[in-house]
């Protein structure tokens, strides 16, 4: 059989054929992968992996190379099912006993299938950029049947083509190995770091290839497992706690890392949920982050909100960062800081006074359910406060009260400044756009501020209709489009439709006529009515407060009113000052009422909780009480009952006269009552104990209440000679100060005078080391020059030496190479000469054999009858007796190879005549020769 069966007929699919030894496992698969049986080894070495008829197995070292090259195999011939399998069960043997392996072999299957799948990129026309990013793996490795038929017809291959038969297979692969081992290694504690190298791998492989698809999937693989751990269960000895700071830091890491990946492929929405991963692990932190990472975390937060069009969290997440830098950020420089509160402003008069996300929602809903949306909507809101660490939801007008409050706006570009009252403050819609032309363009070019542009416009469009409303009631749209003059009428109009959505607008525009059409509240039959009212009142409390007086005495009564104010006021400062010394002092009183009842609510407090204290003492004494006379009661009868065996014993053996029964009932309740007066004892000296207590606490309390003035006196003393001591080290400190300063004026002078002195001595020094320098370098030349002579002369020498043995091998050669070729001659000259010594005893030995037959009688009778007639003969004479032939002198000796038969006694006789005939013949011949010698 050959060996290719006969290794086929071994490693067959039964696992009994393969069922190896692991020490052997790895030399029989080197064997088979020799002769082209990779298949057969892979499933060798996975049938070992995978054996289960082994209980008990431990793991070894030779597991682990099995394992090693189990995963290089099958990353070759990309198995991931058998993968999957083959660490599933060796996570299993090695679990518990060195989980390092598992670790070792995972990096190594990684490291494998990266480079394997880096090959079969750079295999096809070098580096091939993979365009395909946002398609699925699953839908682009399938062939249709448009790519077969050209295919089968010979069509060029396109770039597609190629990627979908090279390179999106081994992707699809590293997408599954990497699939499987985040299952391996997820929730072990020893594997934690190992869990985290391999997610940033795979976030590194979907950010290098632009998988989109695959990339959501990892995130969901990773908030499930996340999801897992923050569940409250019970788990085992060596799953990963997030109450472990360093597993939280590894966790927030490998998070921000996502969060990272998630913006380079504009994920947005895995960017989302990622930043809430990421509030969850901060939350569940026991210490908060480093600055450094809630300055990342917030940095990625206006982004995510940037991107999502959410302007009102976007400002809120900058004010965030904003505040961070100031605090910790000390490089963070003055150009730095004017340019992000520059970004803040903006970004805060960008938000607007409308929720736009609430008309977006409430119309993609319909109108029928808009408490449904403003439900969702409200839910929305708390989830992102809860993320930039709000309890209540975020507004605008607190965003644009500490912009003012911290002054803020004094930091930003004065190009910038003038934003907020043309915006926030000021009403004049005829000049809104005049005004704001030169803030826009400065916004617009510069490319920090860029990105503010279009969404300060929409604001200013607001705005401006927000204004003219007030105003206006129809108004040309070209009129319009002339005062906002900065932005088109397609934004104006677009603008007013989303503020009509959210209710803070009531518009109209009339295309038929071509105009805008205002439909404010503000004119309406209530409306109007209220706001008669209200300037009615105001005009009334006006005409109090001033009345126009005569042109002839108006300043008579000016300066009367003027007096009576005076007065009034010189008389009602002393009424207003007894009225707050009596608010004040009521105030002092409802401060100590109310520092008596919290006084007494707390002695209250303490009472009970000392009086359960006592109670849960009381309890366990007498529980404790019970089980000691419990234990003594069982005690008692242990003992009566040994003493009634033993009193029936001695009753059986000597007849003794036996105590009576009311005996041991007296012996009994003595027992007992000693019993009960040791408790009591014990409870008298318990009470005595707790008063005592007791009594040392009040004790302690007013011994500290004592020395609680005296230790703030004390504390006083002690601060003012810290003080004093503060301000003589701080004067012996600048004496100190001001001395050096003098003595150093006094060296620097000393010095400044020998400077010329110096100079001289370091232009000598520098010329005698110049000259010794240049003295040394013509020494070294020199010597360098002799070495390498010296070097030359000598590798001549040795190039000549070797030359000489060389022609010395060469002819030892040649004499070798001759004296075998006479010894081959000499050795064929000598089987030929065997060979004709040979032929010629082969030929003697025949000759001697035909003279043997020769020498044979040719006669011999026969007694046997014969129906033959047999012509008369005369009598042969009768043979005489044998008698061995006389050897004359020089004449040799016959052998029995030379001779034949004649050394037989009888030979003569019986060979006397040749009998013709066969073999029966002879015999009966030789019978009747017999007969006649006995005859």
């Not at 080197?30 to 070992?48: C, F, H």
């Not at 993979?130 to 839908?139: F, H, I």
């Not at 009040?698 to 301000?727: D, G, S, T, Y």
């Amino acid at each position: 059989m050959p060996p290719r069966k006969r290794y086929m007929n071994y490693f067959g699919n039964d696992r009994r054929a393969t069922a190896l030894k692991p020490e052997y496992a790895l030399d029989r698969a080197d064997q088979l992968i020799s002769v082209g049986q990779e298949e057969t080894a892979l499933m060798a070495l996975y049938n070992i992996i995978t054996d289960n008829t082994q209980r008990k197995r431990q793991w070894n070292v030779k597991y682990e190379g099995i394992m090693m090259k189990l995963m290089e195999l099958c990353v070759k011939n990309r198995r991931q099912t058998l993968i999957k399998e083959a660490l599933h069960k060796y996570r299993a043997l090695c679990s518990t006993q060195n989980v390092a392996s598992l670790e070792k072999v995972v990096r190594y299957l990684v490291k494998e299938g990266i480079s394997k799948a880096e090959e079969a990129r750079r295999s096809i026309m070098g580096e091939v950029v993979d365009d395909t990013g946002n398609d699925d793996l699953e839908e682009i490795g399938m062939e249709t049947t448009e790519t077969l038929l050209l295919e089968a017809a010979g069509a060029e291959q396109s770039k597609e083509r190629t990627d979908r038969q090279v390179v999106v297979p081994w992707m699809k692969f590293m997408w599954e190995v990497f699939r499987v081992v985040l299952d391996i290694v997820k929730f072990h504690s020893k594997l934690e770091t190992c869990y985290h190298d391999m997610a940033k791998q795979a976030f590194a492989f979907c950010q290098k290839h632009n998988r989109f698809s695959e990339f959501r999937r990892l995130c969901d693989i990773l908030r499930q497992h996340l999801s897992y751990l923050t569940r409250p269960q019970q788990k085992n000895a060596n799953d990963v706690q997030l109450s472990n700071p360093e597993t939280t830091q590894n966790f927030l890491e490998t998070r921000f890392l996502q969060l990272q990946s998630s913006v380079e492929l504009r994920n947005w929405q895995e960017a989302y949920r990622t930043i809430e991963d990421i509030h969850m692990l901060i939350s569940l932190a026991k210490k908060m982050p480093k600055a450094q990472t809630m300055g990342i975390y917030y940095e990625r937060l206006t982004q995510v909100f940037w991107m999502s069009k959410n302007y009102l969290y976007h400002a809120h997440a900058l004010y965030k960062l904003y505040s961070l830098n100031i605090k910790q950020n000390k490089s963070l420089s003055a150009e730095e800081a004017k340019n992000m509160a520059t970004r803040l402003l903006l970004a805060s008069l960008c938000v607007p006074p409308f929720d736009a996300h609430s008309a977006i929602l409430a119309d993609s809903i319909g109108l029928n359910h808009a408490g449904d949306a403003a439900g969702e909507n409200a839910a929305r809101h708390a989830r992102m406060a809860a993320i930039l660490g709000y309890s209540t939801p975020a507004l605008r007008s607190t965003l644009i009260d500490d912009i003012r409050q911290k002054n803020i706006l004094e930091v930003c570009h004065e190009e910038v400044k003038v934003l907020v009252p043309i915006l926030e403050v000021e009403m004049e819609p005829l000049k809104l756009s005049q005004r704001l032309k030169p803030a826009l363009e400065f916004v617009a070019n510069n490319p920090v501020l860029a990105d503010y542009a279009e969404p300060l416009k929409r604001i200013a469009v607001f705005r401006l209709l927000e204004q003219l409303g007030k105003v206006y009631n129809v108004m040309k749209v070209s009129e319009v489009g002339r005062v906002a003059s900065f932005t088109t009428v397609a934004e104006v109009e677009r603008t007013a439709l989303e503020a009509l959505k959210a209710g803070s607008l009531s518009i109209r525009f009339d295309h038929q006529y071509d105009c805008i059409i205002f439909e404010s509240s503000l004119f309406s039959t209530s409306a109007m009515k209220e706001q008669l009212m209200n300037l009615g009142k105001r005009l009334e409390v006006a005409s109090k407060m001033w009345k126009l007086p005569s042109f002839a005495n108006a300043e008579v009564e000016l300066q009367a009113r003027r007096t009576t104010a005076i007065q009034m006021a010189r008389a009602m400062s002393a009424t207003e000052q007894d009225e707050n010394l009596r608010r004040k002092n009521i105030i002092e009183l409802r401060k100590e009422e109310q520092e008596r009842q919290s006084h007494a609510a707390e002695m209250q407090r303490q009472a009970a909780i000392a009086k359960k204290k006592r109670d849960d003492y009381e309890r366990t004494r007498q529980r404790e009480e019970q089980e000691q006379r419990d234990r003594e009661r069982q005690r008692t009868k242990e003992q009566e009952e040994q003493q009634r065996r033993q009193l029936g014993a001695d009753q059986e053996a000597a007849q003794a006269a036996e105590e009576p029964e009311d005996s041991f009932e007296k012996q009994r309740i003595q027992l007992e009552k000693e019993k009960e007066e040791e408790i009591r004892a014990q409870r008298e000296a318990e009470k005595k104990v707790a008063v005592f207590v007791e009594k040392f606490d009040f004790l302690e309390r007013a011994l500290r209440e004592e020395n609680k003035p005296l230790m703030a006196a004390v504390w006083n003393i002690r601060c003012e000679q810290q003080l004093a001591n503060h301000a003589a080290s701080k004067e012996a400190l600048i004496v100190k100060r001001r001395t050096e300063h003098e003595q150093g004026l006094a060296r620097k002078a000393m010095l400044v005078e020998q400077k010329d002195t110096i100079k001289m001595f370091k232009d000598e020094l520098m010329k005698t080391v110049d000259e010794r320098f240049e003295k040394l370098s013509v020494e070294l030349r020199e010597k360098e020059e002799r070495e390498a002579q010296l070097r030359i002369e000598e590798e001549e020498r040795q190039r000549e030496e070797r030359r000489r043995e060389e022609q010395a091998r060469e002819k030892q050669r040649r004499e070798e190479e001759e004296q075998r070729l006479e010894e081959e001659q000499q050795r064929a000259k000598e089987e030929q000469w065997r060979a004709e010594e040979a032929k010629a005893a082969e030929e003697a030995a025949k000759r001697e054999v035909e003279l043997a037959k020769a020498r044979e009688p040719e006669n011999i009778p026969s007694n046997e009858p014969s129906d033959v007639p047999v012509k008369p003969t005369a009598a042969a004479p009768r043979a005489a007796p044998y008698a061995p032939p006389q050897r004359a002198a020089g004449t040799p000796v016959d052998t029995p190879s030379q001779g034949g038969e004649q050394a037989k006694p009888h030979a003569p006789a019986l060979f006397g005549k040749k009998i013709e005939g066969g073999w029966r013949e002879r015999v009966a011949a030789k019978k009747r020769q017999e007969q006649n010698q006995s005859q």
